[in-house]
């Protein structure tokens, strides 16, 4: 079975920086597009950003592009999200994933527990 486990969340001020991590066990992942979304309370989960096997395209939601950057290391079966210039809009539980690709959630066979991101004001 696969295992998704996210790394790095923490509380960080506006404006700050936070790196993520998400490895991936049971096997290799490095024909599946790998991802993020996230939660907020109240919200519906959303898109944040994927990037497609061999690395060959990245995506990301309108609302991150330009701040975060997704990037993945096959040798680690591992993906990363650097998140930059954070705002308190982008607190929620930032969940790793693994699969066929595209924004909505049902593209994705495999899912990490999250990782709490918490942007202060």
């Known amino acids: 079975q696969v295992h998704l486990v996210e790394s790095g969340g923490g509380l960080v001020q506006a404006g700050g920086s936070l790196s993520l991590s998400c490895a991936a066990s049971?096997?290799?992942?490095?024909?599946?597009?790998l991802g993020w979304f996230r939660q907020a309370p109240g919200r519906e989960r959303e898109f944040v950003a994927a990037?497609?096997?061999?690395?060959?395209?990245?995506y990301y939601a309108d609302a991150v592009r330009g701040r975060f950057s997704i990037s993945r290391d096959d040798a680690r079966n591992s993906v990363y999200l650097q998140m930059n210039k954070l705002k308190p809009e982008d607190t929620a539980i930032y969940y790793c994933?693994?699969?066929?690709?595209?924004?909505?959630?049902?593209?994705?066979?495999?899912w990490g527990r999250g990782t709490q991101v918490t942007v202060s004001s």
């Open positions: 994933v693994a699969g066929w690709g595209g924004s909505a959630p049902s593209r994705y066979d495999y």
């Open positions: 990037v497609t096997r061999s690395a060959t395209w990245t």
């Open positions: 049971g096997r290799t992942l490095s024909n599946n597009t």
